[in-house]
């Protein structure tokens, strides 16, 4: 039973996504606990591991029953990938669409309420700024509809101003003699004023990749929200999913509502709430897509926890190449909204040299607070 220190963290997220995927209510924050707690009791007990991680994971008491049975099924053997039968067949009642509708919005209760953008009810400003201020993974199932409701129409405000600000500098073409000579006529013919021929300006490319990993169930629909805004009002964005592999989504966004383009995505064997290899993923882009979409007015977005299975120079290597000929690089980390979170897991410690802005993005005010840094670029 004993693990390599460094092999620690990587087991425990995979344990926690294979209780995810077994019906257990597992976020961001109870994954972190449960990597604290096992580095707290060792893993050379196995009993002693099993109870600190089902205090830490279980909140019912179907769940510290079912516990058992998942713990036993992950430490017995590979099991990365087993699922309990019963889950199984549960997936299968709920058929291809349903099923993977369900893992990527988190079982969203808000459904109707993502239509599109404006949504009908009226919240105080008190509940505005509480759902702002709420971390994705720790919203009820009560408050979900209206947090969709409002992060649709706030995130379209925002891209709708950034739309109109997010252009490159205004750069001088060649000198416009003619011109030049016109305006400098009232003195006396001395060149004080000089006019240039104007150069047509262009916004910058936005790229935008989102983990869609285990470890991120719980932000995937409000980072979708977010792509979504952008590329409704940017007419250069192209926005990509990954998690083991790499899948543009760009097409699917397009659409004009938001809910059939989520239906859309859903139908995708993109790797949802699967294992996350960064790096790779990076170096699909950049061979890829990086010759046509990788240039100095390129702004450069990464969504995730940076939770990394693969080797951590990989996606060093591949961040740098990225950073050497893009414009900017902005990480956006969910886990950087809890006061105790820094960055020391091999894959975040790796990427960190080669990125511009790193920022949260657990809540809906960590994701508007984008756009001051978009508006800079």
């Known amino acids: 039973m004993a693990l390599p220190e460094k092999d620690l ?17 597992i976020g961001v924050h109870e994954s972190m606990d449960s990597l604290d707690a096992a580095r707290l009791v060792g893993v050379e007990d196995r009993q002693s591991l099993e109870s600190a991680l089902r205090a830490v994971l279980c909140s019912s008491k179907d769940e510290w029953e079912q516990f058992d049975e998942l713990f036993a099924a992950f430490w017995n053997s590979s099991g990365l990938d087993a699922v309990p039968e019963s889950r199984r067949k549960a997936q299968q009642k709920e058929g291809p669409s ?3 509708i369900a893992t990527l919005l988190g079982r969203s209760a808000a459904g109707q309420a993502a239509k599109d953008d404006e949504g009908k009810s009226v919240m105080g400003a008190t509940v505005c700024e509480r759902l702002k201020r709420s971390d994705f993974s720790q919203v009820s199932q009560n408050d979900l509809p209206e947090l969709e409701r409002l992060s649709v129409r706030l995130l379209k405000q925002m891209s709708q101003r950034l739309s ?21 006529i009232s003195h006396g013919g001395d060149l004080l004023e000089l006019s240039y021929k104007a150069r047509k300006t262009q916004p910058n490319r936005l790229v935008v990749l989102l983990d869609i990993s285990g470890s991120m169930n719980s932000y995937s629909l409000f980072f979708l929200h977010f792509a979504f805004a952008l590329q409704r009002h940017f007419t250069r964005v192209n926005t990509f999913l990954f998690s083991t592999q790499l899948t543009e989504i760009t097409p699917s966004l397009r659409n004009r509502r938001l809910e059939p383009a989520l239906q859309s995505l859903a139908q995708q064997a993109a790797g949802w709430s699967g294992g996350t290899k960064i790096g790779e993923s990076l170096r699909e882009f950049v061979l890829s897509y990086g010759g046509r979409m990788l240039s100095r007015d390129t702004v450069f977005i990464v969504l995730s926890d940076g939770w990394d299975t693969g080797p951590p120079e990989v996606l060093a290597e591949q961040l740098q190449s990225v950073r050497r000929r893009a414009r900017t690089v902005i990480w956006l980390n969910p886990l950087l909204g809890m006061r105790e979170y820094e960055p020391v897991t091999q894959g975040m410690s790796a990427a960190l040299p080669y990125i511009d802005v790193f920022a949260p993005a657990h809540n809906l005010e960590s994701l508007l607070a984008l756009e001051k840094h978009l508006a800079g670029n």
């Open 98 to 100: 349903q099923g993977a």
């Open 164 to 184: 109109r600000r997010l252009k490159t500098m205004r750069q001088r073409g060649q000198l416009d003699l003619r011109r030049t000579i016109r305006r400098n």
């Open 9 to 25: 963290a990587s087991r425990i997220v995979e344990f926690c996504r294979f209780c995810r995927a077994s019906g257990l209510s």
